[in-house]
């Protein structure tokens, strides 16, 4: 679901709600000369006669309940905006959970695999600065002034 998707179902989701327990309300929302994409048309007109761009959703329902409550003219609607909104969730859906489940196992598997390859690559190996003798050469011990 895009962004905007989200935000139309979550006023409806209110709304619905609304109805359910309240009666009088319930009327008023079965107007059909109503409706919620012009509902949504209105809050986001308002929100930019307001000149804001981030608002609670108690400000949002307030404003979808104006819309349903009021004889909101066309010219307080007003024109449709091509904009992106996003809302807050309280909580996750399942499909949200599924999508944040593959992309944390994805991140993991990305860094096992680095971890996996970082391990596997040869390490630059330093000159070494003595050689060891080889069997049946003599050794040849720098005397030290301690031993004399």
């Known amino acids: 679901m895009k962004s905007s998707e989200n935000f139309i179902e979550a006023i409806r989701h209110y709304l ?18 109503k409706s919620l994409s012009e ?5 986001l007109n308002e929100v930019k006669r307001q000149g804001v761009s981030v608002m609670t959703n108690d400000e949002v329902y307030s ?3 104006h819309y349903w409550d009021g004889d909101c003219t066309a010219e307080e609607i007003g ?19 599924a999508e944040l489940k593959q992309q944390a196992m994805e991140r ?11 391990q596997s690559k040869p390490k630059a190996q ?17 005397p030290s002034l301690f031993d004399l």
Not at 24 to 30: E, G, K, T, V, W
Not at 126 to 142: D, H, L, R, W, Y
Request: proline share 5%.
């Open 16 to 33: 619905d709600s609304r109805a359910e327990s309240d009666n009088l309300f319930a009327i008023r929302y079965a107007d059909p000369s």
């Open 63 to 65: 404003l979808a309940m």
């Open 108 to 118: 993991y598997k990305q860094e096992q695999l680095r971890e996996i390859r970082s």
């Open 39 to 43: 509902c949504c048309q209105f809050i």
């Open 79 to 97: 024109k449709p905006i091509n904009c992106k909104v996003v809302i807050s969730k309280d909580q996750l859906t399942e499909e949200d959970k």
């Open 126 to 142: 330093s000159k070494p600065t003595a050689t060891a003798p080889k069997a049946g050469e003599e050794i040849n011990v720098q």
